[in-house]
């Protein structure tokens, strides 16, 4: 088992600069990639960004790409979505979620590939 726990979020005005913090505990943390998901009201989750277990491969959802950066500290057992330009339409929930994989180098775009999430991070986005 992998417990996720979320942290960061609130409420931020257009523009701000937050960064979230998915902490893990309970296996070994190097062994998992990590995504970013996010869900708001009346909407699908829908894929953030997602880092291997080495935290040298790394994807972007179209919608935050340029402006949003996924990091992972594997001593820490840490990862981090800093998010930048924030704009009304990022507020949502945010989860994060860990993938067992065997490979240096994999992660999913697809929710349903992931083994463990976070409850979740509300960010409200003020305009």
């Known amino acids: 088992q992998v417990q996720l726990v979320e942290s960061g979020g609130g409420l931020v005005q257009a523009g701000g600069s937050p960064r979230l913090s998915c902490a893990a505990s309970g296996r070994t943390f190097s062994n998992y990639a990590m995504g970013w998901f996010r869900q708001a009201p009346g909407k699908e989750r829908e894929f953030v960004p997602a880092i291997d277990k080495t935290g040298s491969n790394i994807s972007y959802g179209a919608s935050v790409k340029g402006r949003f950066t996924i990091s992972r500290d594997n001593g820490k057992n840490t990862a981090y979505l800093q998010m930048n330009s924030l704009k009304p339409e990022d507020t949502a929930v945010y989860y994060c979620?860990?993938?067992?994989?065997?490979?240096?180098?994999?992660?999913?775009?697809?929710?349903?590939?992931?083994?463990?999430w976070g409850q979740g991070t509300q960010v409200t986005v003020s305009s």
């Open positions: 979620a860990a993938q067992r994989t065997a490979f240096d180098g994999i992660y999913s775009v697809d929710l349903n590939r992931y083994d463990y």
